[in-house]
């Protein structure tokens, strides 16, 4: 299987190739590829070392699968060129995930939905993905018709330059600024850019992502997403209202045998999820359970999980794996 990484000098790059290695996928030959300024650099990659080459190099070597890190401008012009040889892109970028023909994909929940003809498959928003992680068994039991969520994300999902502002600003160095504000002691209640309505873009991502991944248009989502001074992931604090009536018990039973979820929710004993936790994991962490006592069956919870790990490279490698494994990739 040659496997290419796009972007792969990048922080999800390098995390797609340390997942890549850990869980085992069978790569036969490796590409890691990257924008004109970084070719010629090198990566390292099962113990070796690589050089990074151009993307019309990579095109030309027709890898079977490349894993898209390189923003939604570089995917919208090159996706479509690596899909034109026949390779499938799996892309992490917000340039495909809403377009009606491709497919939006958490394999927990609906890689059913792939076919051999998907060339451009679509990684969910990182905050997106731990929610429906979470919510899938407790949807399909109970129906979520609204969710209010508020997001406490790291800054790693901006990337390098802003885990650099903190540091300096931790250090009380200048240097680089990746928010027009400070980061370290404080919350930015901004992730992307604010739109006419007056939600940003992340807001808006996770209320269309949610309702097209769990294939029920009936579901509201209302969110507020902040960046806050952490490095281990993103927290969510979630309020779903349900169709039908729960029982507390039997959402513990349910959450426990969620694929890929991980319950803490021993709260008097102080265990709960925390990013700090999650981080270098690859589950979605769930606790702090409880009613939500001012209106009837609805759930609070609080959802844990590493941003770079399951909100990127790790679904975006479980994505290839199922392809692999359903004989949809490759000859």
């Known amino acids: 299987m040659k496997i290419a990484v796009v972007g792969a000098t990048g922080m999800v790059g390098e995390m797609m190739r340390r997942v890549?290695?850990?869980?085992?996928?069978?790569?036969?030959?490796f590409l890691?590829?990257?924008?004109?300024?970084?070719?010629?650099?090198?990566?390292?990659?099962?113990?070796?070392?690589?050089?990074?080459?151009?993307?019309?190099?990579?095109?030309?070597?027709?890898?079977?699968?490349?894993?898209f890190s390189a923003g939604g401008s570089v995917s919208r012009e090159w996706a479509p060129r690596f899909a034109e040889v026949g390779t499938v892109v799996i892309d992490n970028s917000s340039a495909w995930r809403m377009d009606a023909d491709r497919p939006l994909v958490v394999p927990e929940l609906n890689a059913d939905i792939l076919t051999k003809n998907d060339k451009i498959?679509?990684?969910?928003?990182?905050?997106?993905?731990?929610?429906?992680?979470?919510?899938?068994?407790?949807?399909?039991?109970?129906k979520a018709r609204r969710i209010v969520v508020s997001t406490y994300q790291s800054v790693t999902g901006t990337g390098v330059k802003a885990v650099t502002q903190l540091m300096n600003e931790r250090a009380g160095l200048s240097g680089e600024m990746a928010y027009q504000h400070p980061i370290d002691l404080n919350c930015l209640p901004q992730i992307d850019i604010f739109t006419d309505n007056g939600y940003t873009k992340e807001e808006l991502k996770m209320t269309n992502e949610t309702v097209k991944i769990m294939r029920d248009p009936q579901i509201r989502l209302t969110a507020t997403t902040v960046r806050v001074p952490v490095m281990g992931g993103h927290s969510e604090a979630v309020n779903v209202e349900f169709e039908e009536e729960f029982d507390l018990a039997e959402v513990r039973a349910l959450l426990a045998k969620s694929p890929g979820v991980l319950v803490e929710d021993e709260p008097k004993a102080g265990v709960y999820p925390m990013p700090i936790n999650s981080h270098n994991r690859d589950e979605v962490f769930v606790g702090r359970l409880r009613r939500d006592e001012t209106q009837p069956r609805t759930l609070n919870m609080w959802v844990v999980a590493d941003n770079l790990r399951k909100g990127a490279a790790t679904n975006a490698v479980q994505i290839a794996e199922y392809l692999v494994e359903q004989g949809l990739v490759g000859a």
């Open 121 to 142: 498959i679509a990684n969910p928003n990182c905050s997106t993905i731990q929610l429906v992680v979470a919510l899938n068994l407790l949807h399909q039991r109970y």
């Open 32 to 67: 890691a590829v990257a924008s004109a300024r970084s070719v010629g650099k090198e990566v390292d990659f099962k113990g070796k070392t690589y050089k990074v080459i151009s993307m019309e190099d990579a095109v030309a070597a027709r890898p079977d699968i490349a894993l």
């Open 20 to 29: 890549l290695t850990e869980r085992a996928f069978p790569v036969t030959e």
